[in-house]
């Protein structure tokens, strides 16, 4: 399993929106939980969403709900974070991860994935 490549990072004004990608060999394959997590300087790195084997989604920020949409296309192998109305608090570097699993529960703690790509940073101004 290779380790999942983000892109899609930058800089932009509140309101305005970025769509992440992540590229990882295992998106599609219904064994593994793919997720999306944050870490702003000094805090913890956060659990964003998760992409469920199934293909269902859960997201773990109520912060993020209705402006975070995380989609996949199992052909290009590319799961997808479309950040729309982005605010000031979504400042932080934006990481993928994988994990394969038997069920279809993905957590949202940081230390139970061990496949990690090596982040894409967003930056909202206000």
């Known amino acids: 399993q290779r380790q999942p490549v983000e892109s899609g990072g930058g800089s932009v004004q509140a309101g305005e929106s970025l769509r992440l990608s992540c590229a990882a060999d295992v998106v599609g394959s219904g064994a593994h939980c793919m997720a999306w997590f944050r870490q702003a300087p000094g805090k913890e790195r956060e659990g964003v969403a998760a992409l469920e084997p199934g293909g269902g989604v859960e997201y773990f920020v109520d912060s993020v709900k209705g402006r975070f949409t995380v989609t996949h296309d199992s052909i290009k192998k590319i799961m997808y974070l479309q950040m729309d109305n982005l605010k000031p608090e979504d400042t932080a570097n934006y990481y993928c991860?994988?994990?394969?699993?038997?069920?279809?529960?993905?957590?949202?703690?940081?230390?139970?994935?061990?496949?990690w790509g090596q982040g894409t940073q967003v930056t909202v101004s206000s």
């Open positions: 991860a994988s994990r394969p699993v038997g069920g279809t529960y993905c957590s949202n703690h940081h230390y139970w994935y061990n496949a």
